[in-house]
């Protein structure tokens, strides 16, 4: 009986050729290339969040299009969607492939002199990589090498292939990585850096119109861009506008991400244990969609392949379910926060979990301040995603759980500017008293004094029941003891916040459900009872749902905080002790909606 062989697990590595030719599993997402060649327009621009598949998508088109790979066509798609329905163009094209990632942005100079020298290696490894078809191609190297970088190296490339009779695909990956990294960094050359060199006559926007005039000579057939966000096209239109944008469209919801059923056959192919996943793997990766109509969300790639390794180097769950790659995103929102009203809109998506507002499909970065361009972005970072549509606007939400910690790190770093004097340490131990001894008080008390209470008047502008959420939720994450997840779905009801206890912690103890109210300081006693009854109203409703009620060690509180130094904890004395049990929560299934 021969045993099955797995397929390696590809995370971190894009090169479509080697993920081909050395036993990686693929995920195949190639009847998309039959989409876009049949598109009207050749000239192609789609946009999708870090992380999300990008450059091997980009390398897939490479190994499809370009000539060299013609007698490597079977063996690198013949059993994929393309293999079994080639596009009347493949391997027809010398491939220019740039990937603008990496630009040096320390200064002015510095960074003219690095977007010129990737534009001349670029020419010179596409000139190096058609030697065979390009006769004079080695005299062209020659003088690249001898002459300072300058982006007049593309029009030679240009006049090489048109010599040679043949058409060129551009692709260009991370158009955009500079633009953000402005972003991320704030601009350290002054404000009209950016425009100086995107706007007329600038060295970028240069680059595009060269690449606009080998289009319209038919010398570059097609084209192919990919990047983060839309906050240079704008500033680019009328230096590149013959671009169509795919990002939004129905369509192309699924072309990069996984779906349900994607990741089901990932699992299969690398011999993923589904036993050992004890985690809702939905809550914490998946959830985007990038169209109102979108028949299926997606997985992000990066956020569930990292989950994968780590499971299957350790035969367990990771000690953090969490890609730390998630959080490089932070520096770029702390940037982008700097102004109040960006700050406002940040913590209100933070507390509220969505927002409803309108995707613009591109914008300037000098825009960036403004609320719906701010919003936009975020929804083309992943840090928001479509719910469903509003009218003629659609309702924003965060997309899962590793999402959520960025804008948790947000706030954590926000209130810490304001308690400068904040002890972790006792904090950490009140938590870790009502996970092993069942005992709230002290981390109640512990909130309430040292940090709901010290709060400016700023903040108290956004107290209400959401906030104090907001805050217990980013204190609690902090132990990794408790994932707090909000809005839980007991049936009926949605929980506040319920506190699932890691399950990779042996000794399966204490779990909580609470529910939050608030009253203002002059509230009446009349008023605080009301608020008492509906709170033990819906923790009875919860504890007897199906979802928790065999649920073991599961223990539920209302607190009522009034104003923002008094608070009233009252215990649900009508909890069902249920028996002792070393069960833990199951993944979702991911065959299913």
């Not at 404000?191 to 060295?203: H, I, M, R, S």
């Amino acid at each position: 009986m021969s045993t099955k062989k797995n397929y390696k697990l590809p995370y971190g590595n894009s090169d479509f050729r080697r993920i081909r030719l050395e036993n990686y599993a693929y995920v195949d997402k190639t009847r998309f290339i039959e989409m876009l060649e049949n598109e009207v327009n050749p000239n192609q621009f789609f946009i999708r969040p870090r992380k999300f598949g990008k450059s091997l998508f980009f390398m897939t088109l490479l190994y499809y299009y370009d000539i060299n790979y013609a007698d490597q066509f079977e063996q690198l798609f013949g059993d994929l969607y393309i293999g079994q329905h080639p596009t009347a163009k493949k391997n027809s094209y010398v491939v220019m492939a740039f990937d603008f990632s990496g630009l040096d942005t320390s200064n002015e100079e510095e960074f003219r002199f690095s977007f010129a020298s990737n534009v001349c290696n670029t020419v010179r490894d596409f000139l190096q990589q058609h030697t065979k078809i390009f006769p004079d191609a080695e005299k062209f190297i020659e003088q690249i090498d001898s002459t300072p970088p300058n982006i007049g190296t593309l029009e030679m490339a240009f006049s090489v292939a048109k010599k040679a009779g043949l058409k060129i695909f551009v692709i260009i990956d991370e158009y955009d990585h500079f633009a953000n990294d402005l972003i991320a960094m704030g601009n350290l050359f002054g404000k009209d850096f950016y425009k100086q060199v995107v706007t007329a006559n600038g060295l970028v926007r240069d680059f595009y119109e060269k690449l606009k005039a080998a289009t319209k000579s038919s010398t570059v057939d097609r084209t192919f861009i990919t990047g983060v966000s839309p906050v240079m096209l704008d500033d680019l239109t009328s230096g590149y506008n013959i671009a169509d944008n795919l990002s939004l469209k129905l369509k192309y919801n699924e072309m990069m991400g996984f779906t349900h059923q994607e990741v089901e056959e990932l699992m299969n192919k690398t011999g993923i244990d589904a036993n050992l996943i004890t985690i809702n793997m939905d809550y914490y990766y998946n959830g985007y969609l990038f169209h109102k109509d979108g028949k299926n969300k997606v997985y992000n790639p990066s956020m569930i392949l990292y989950f994968f390794k780590e499971l299957l180097d350790a035969g367990k769950l990771p000690a953090s379910v969490v890609d730390p790659n998630v959080n490089t995103d932070y520096n770029r929102i702390k940037r982008l926060t700097e102004n109040g009203h960006n700050r406002d809109i940040l913590i209100k998506i933070a507390k509220e979990g969505s927002i409803v507002a309108q995707i613009l499909p591109k914008f300037s970065i000098d825009q960036l301040n403004n609320k719906r361009y701010f919003v936009s972005l975020l929804f083309y970072m992943g840090l928001l995603t479509i719910k469903e549509s509003c009218g003629e606007m659609v309702r924003l939400v965060v997309p899962n759980y590793s999402i959520q910690t960025v804008y948790w790190e947000y706030i954590q770093e926000l209130m810490y500017s304001e308690l400068p004097d904040f002890d972790t340490s006792d904090l950490l131990n009140v938590i870790s008293a009502m996970f092993k001894e069942g005992e709230i008080e002290s981390f109640i008390k512990y909130v309430s004094e040292n940090i709901l209470s010290k709060l400016s008047d700023h903040d108290l502008q956004n107290f209400d029941e959401k906030y104090i959420k907001l805050v217990l939720m980013v204190y609690l994450r902090m132990s990794r003891i408790y994932t707090p997840m909000s809005e839980y779905e007991a049936v009926p009801g949605r929980i506040d916040l319920f506190l699932q206890s890691n399950p990779r912690i042996p000794e399966y103890q204490y779990e909580w459900i609470l529910e939050l109210k608030y009253c203002k300081t002059n509230a009446s006693p009349k008023e605080i009872a009301q608020k008492r009854e509906e709170g033990l109203e819906k923790l009875n409703q919860y504890l007897n749902s199906d979802r928790l009620k065999d649920r073991p060690n599961l223990k539920s509180a209302l607190i009522i905080f009034i104003g923002k130094n008094k608070y009233k904890i009252i215990k649900n004395e009508t909890t069902k002790k249920p028996k002792q049990s070393n069960n833990k929560p199951t993944r979702k299934k991911s065959s299913k909606k």
